[in-house]
C-alpha cells in the first residue's frame, strides 16, 4: 500500500476520532474530508461529487418528502387516535406504540417518524398517566428495528445499496430483499423490549409543570360539519388535555360554565379555554377544531396548511393599546387573527373578543409566514417568536396513506425502481396538497444529506488506494477464512464504529473493505452487505449511535447510563440474531 492509501486510512481514522468526540458535527468533518481528499488528487472531482447523485441519495431525500406529506396531512394523527387509545399497563402502552411504529418505519425513513411521534407519545403519556422516560426508548428502538424489515426503512438500507451498486455494477436489492433477515430479528427484539423494559426503564416524570409556563386564554370553534359535531366534551376527548383546560362554552348568545363531559357539541360553538402555547398548538390538530370568528372579524381558517402560529408582545406605542381584540380587527390591520392572550404570564378571563389590550400583553396570532418578516420591526410589538406550528390538512390524510401504499406497491412488484418510486411519491404529495413546497424543504434534513453524500468520497479513497483491501485482509486474517466468523468480525466492526460516529457514515466506510473481502474469499457479498446494513442500524447502547437515539433523549428526560443499561443487551441480542439468521438463509 503506498503512501495515498497510509494517508486515506489515516484521514479516515481521524474523521472517526472528531465525530466520536462529539465536538465537531459529522457533515462538516465529512466534508471537510471531501475537500482534502479531492485537493490532494486521492481521489478525482467526480469521485469525490459521485455521493450528491447517488441514486440511494435521492432515494433518502425524496422519502423524507414523502413523511414530510403523511405528517402535514395529519396521517400520523390517524394512527394516534385509532391505535393508541388507553391502555392499562406500561406494558401495553408499550407495545401500542411499537407494533404501529416498526410497521411504519418499515416503510418510511424511521428518523422522521420518530420526529413526528414524539411530541404525540408526550402528550399521550401526560393524558394516561405514564412517565416518558418508560415510553421513549421503546418508541426509539421500535423504529430502528422497524426499518430494518425493508430496503426504505432507513436511509442506511438506501445508502448501502446505492454504494453497493455503483462499486459493484450490480442491479442492487429490491425492497423486501432483506425482509427474510429483518423481520425475524424486529420479532424478537421487540418480543424482548416488551419482556424487559418496563421494569428496567426510569420512571422520571414529566418535569413540566403547568404554573411554570404562560397561561393563555384562547377561543377556538367548532367546525360547523366537522366530525366534532354531535360529540359530547368527552367523546372528543377535550376534557382530557393535559396543561389545558375547557373555561366554557359560547352558544347562541348564552354560556355553558363548568362544562360537563356529557355537554354535546354543536357546529358554531365557541370554546373558551386556558392553557400554555405547547397545548394550545396540540389543540389546533384536532380535525374539526378550527380559529374562532369574531364579529366583522373573518377567520383565516381556509387554507391553514400556510397558516402558523405566532407570539407577539405588544409595545407601549402600539396603535391597538386600549382597544378590544374585537375592535383593533387584527385581520385587516396586521393580516393575523387573535387566537389567544396572555398577561403577566397569566390566563385573561372574559371573552376574548372583549378583552381590552393593554402594554405587555401576549398574543397568540394564527398568521401567515410572511407576518413574521413584515412586522418584526413594527413599533407596534416588542417580540414575535414565530412558533412554527402548522395545523395539519386533515382532509387529505387518507389520500397520503394511499400515496404510500401506492408507492410501495409500485416498487415491491418491480413496476418502477425504488428511486423512481419514491420521486414519484414525492411529487403526489406535493401536487395534492399534502404537503406545501415549503414544507417539504424543511423535511429535508440537510447535515444527514451531506453527512451521507460526502461518506461516499471516503469510502471510494480506501477502494481506490488499495487501503480497503488492506483492512479487508486484516480481518481475513483473523476469520481464517471461515464464512461465518468473518460474517461476525463484520458485523462486530460496523456495530462498533456506529455507536462512536453516525450509522450511514459507519455503513459507507466498511461497504469497500466487505467487498474486497468477500472477492478474497470467493463467496457471495450479498448476506455480508445486509449484515453490514443490519448493524448500522441496530444502534442501542449510546444516544449518539443513532439519531433516533438522541432525539428521544431529552423528551425522555435520560441519562446516558439509561441507554447503556439496556442498550448493550439489545446489541447483543439483535447481533446474534442477526449473524444466526443470515447464515440459516445464506447457508455460511
Not at 250 to 260: C, N, Y
Request: proline share 4%; glycine share 10%; hydrophobic share 50%.
Amino acid at each position: 500500500m503506498d503512501w495515498q492509501g497510509w494517508f486515506s486510512l489515516g484521514l479516515a481514522l481521524v474523521a472517526l476520532l472528531l465525530m466520536s468526540s462529539g465536538r465537531f458535527a459529522p457533515h462538516m468533518v465529512m466534508m471537510a474530508a471531501l475537500v482534502v481528499l479531492s485537493a490532494s488528487g486521492i481521489i478525482s472531482a467526480d469521485q469525490a461529487l459521485a455521493g450528491f447523485s447517488n441514486s440511494g441519495l435521492i432515494t433518502v431525500v425524496a422519502m423524507f418528502v414523502v413523511a414530510a406529506g403523511i405528517h402535514h396531512s395529519g396521517g400520523v394523527d390517524l394512527l394516534v387516535n385509532h391505535l393508541l387509545r388507553s391502555p392499562k399497563s406500561v406494558r401495553s402502552a408499550q407495545a401500542r406504540i411499537a407494533l404501529p411504529v416498526a410497521l411504519l418505519s418499515g416503510f418510511l425513513n424511521n428518523t422522521p417518524v420518530v420526529a413526528t411521534m414524539i411530541p404525540a407519545v408526550h402528550a399521550w403519556s401526560r393524558k394516561i398517566g405514564i412517565a416518558p422516560s418508560k415510553l421513549m426508548i421503546p418508541l426509539s428502538y421500535s423504529a430502528i428495528l422497524g426499518g430494518t424489515l425493508t430496503l426504505i426503512g432507513t436511509s442506511t438500507n438506501l445508502v448501502v445499496n446505492g454504494q453497493y451498486q455503483q462499486l459493484t455494477g450490480e442491479a442492487g436489492f429490491s425492497i423486501f430483499s432483506i425482509t427474510a433477515v429483518g423481520l425475524p430479528v424486529a420479532i424478537t427484539g421487540l418480543a424482548v423490549m416488551l419482556l424487559l423494559m418496563p421494569r428496567v426503564l426510569p420512571d422520571r416524570k414529566d418535569r413540566q409543570k403547568f404554573g411554570a409556563m404562560r397561561e393563555f386564554t384562547l377561543e377556538v370553534a367548532v367546525s360547523l360539519n366537522g366530525p366534532l359535531v354531535g360529540k359530547t366534551v368527552g367523546e372528543a376527548g377535550l376534557r382530557e388535555l393535559e396543561r389545558l383546560y375547557l373555561v366554557e362554552i359560547e352558544r347562541g348568545g348564552s354560556v355553558v360554565t363548568a362544562v360537563p363531559s356529557e355537554e354535546r357539541l354543536r357546529g358554531g360553538d365557541r370554546l373558551v379555554f386556558a392553557g400554555d402555547t405547547q397545548a394550545i398548538s396540540d389543540l389546533l390538530r384536532i380535525n374539526g377544531i378550527v380559529p374562532s370568528v369574531h364579529d366583522d372579524e373573518p377567520s383565516l381558517s381556509q387554507d391553514r396548511a400556510e397558516r402558523r402560529l405566532v407570539e407577539a408582545a405588544l409595545s407601549p406605542q402600539s396603535d391597538v393599546l386600549g382597544l378590544t381584540i374585537r375592535d383593533a380587527r387584527f385581520r385587516d390591520r396586521y393580516g393575523a387573527v387573535v387566537l389567544a392572550v396572555a398577561r403577566g404570564g397569566e390566563r385573561v378571563s372574559g371573552n376574548l373578543g372583549n378583552i381590552r389590550l393593554k402594554p405587555g400583553d401576549v398574543l397568540l396570532l394564527e398568521a401567515r409566514p410572511a407576518f413574521v418578516s413584515r412586522q418584526r420591526y413594527n413599533k407596534d410589538f416588542l417580540l414575535i417568536n414565530d412558533l412554527e406550528t402548522e395545523t395539519p390538512r386533515h382532509d387529505r390524510a387518507w389520500l397520503s396513506w394511499g400515496i404510500l401504499l401506492v408507492l410501495v406497491g409500485l416498487a415491491a412488484c418491480s413496476v418502477l425502481s425504488m428511486l423512481n418510486a419514491a420521486l414519484l411519491g414525492a411529487a403526489m404529495m406535493i401536487l395534492t396538497g399534502c404537503c406545501t413546497v415549503g414544507q417539504a424543504q424543511k423535511s429535508v434534513d440537510v447535515p444527514v444529506i451531506l453527512t451521507i453524500a460526502a461518506s461516499f468520497a471516503l469510502g471510494a479513497a480506501l477502494e481506490e488506494t488499495g487501503a480497503a483491501t488492506f483492512m479487508a485482509e486484516g480481518i481475513l486474517a483473523l476469520s481464517t477464512g471461515q464464512a461465518l466468523l468473518t460474517l461476525f468480525l463484520v458485523y462486530c466492526a460496523v456495530s462498533f464504529l456506529t455507536e462512536v460516529i453516525t450509522n450511514n457514515a459507519a455503513a459507507v466506510l466498511v461497504i469497500p473493505v466487505v467487498l474486497s473481502m468477500t472477492n478474497s474469499m470467493g463467496v457471495p457479498a450479498e448476506p455480508f452487505v445486509i449484515a453490514v446494513m443490519m448493524a448500522a442500524s441496530a444502534s442501542f447502547a449510546t444516544p449518539l449511535g443513532y439519531q433516533t437515539n438522541m432525539m428521544v433523549f431529552g423528551p425522555g428526560g435520560y441519562r446516558f447510563s439509561d441507554f447503556v443499561k439496556v442498550g448493550l443487551p439489545m446489541n447483543l441480542l439483535v447481533g446474534l440474531t442477526t449473524v444466526a439468521v443470515i447464515a440459516t438463509v445464506y447457508g455460511l
